[in-house]
């Protein structure tokens, strides 16, 4: 059996604040969930800026997280997302990168 007397504790990697900014014309109620949040339904709400622009902050540690957008209950795509993967649903998932 191995000693774990010295073995060196896991360090989490170190999160930051990534600005999360959509432009949606009409919208009511913009949401952004993901595997940051296990896919909740409710997850992040964006808050407004009274000029299409919505918007939120994650605080994510370096690593690919897929997400989509809910917007006015429906999902959605980020229209700003350069990476995408398909999924389960037969449409896409887009991909956050952080460095």
């Given at each position: 059996?191995?000693?774990?007397?010295?073995?060196?504790?896991?360090r989490k990697a170190a999160t930051r604040w990534i600005p999360i900014e959509v432009k949606l014309s009409g919208a009511r109620d913009v949401v952004i969930?993901?595997?940051?949040?296990?896919?909740a339904p409710q997850?992040?709400?964006?808050?407004?800026?009274?000029?299409?622009t919505w918007r939120t902050a994650l605080d994510l540690a370096p690593g690919e997280?897929?997400?989509r957008l809910i917007v006015d209950g429906a999902w959605a795509d980020d229209p700003k997302a350069t990476k995408r993967v398909p999924?389960?649903?037969?449409?896409e998932n887009c991909v956050l990168v952080v460095l």
């Open positions: 059996m191995k000693s774990v007397k010295n073995a060196r504790p896991s969930t993901g595997d940051f949040v296990q896919w997850g992040v709400p964006l808050s407004y800026d009274g000029a299409e997280y897929q997400y999924n389960e649903h037969g449409s």
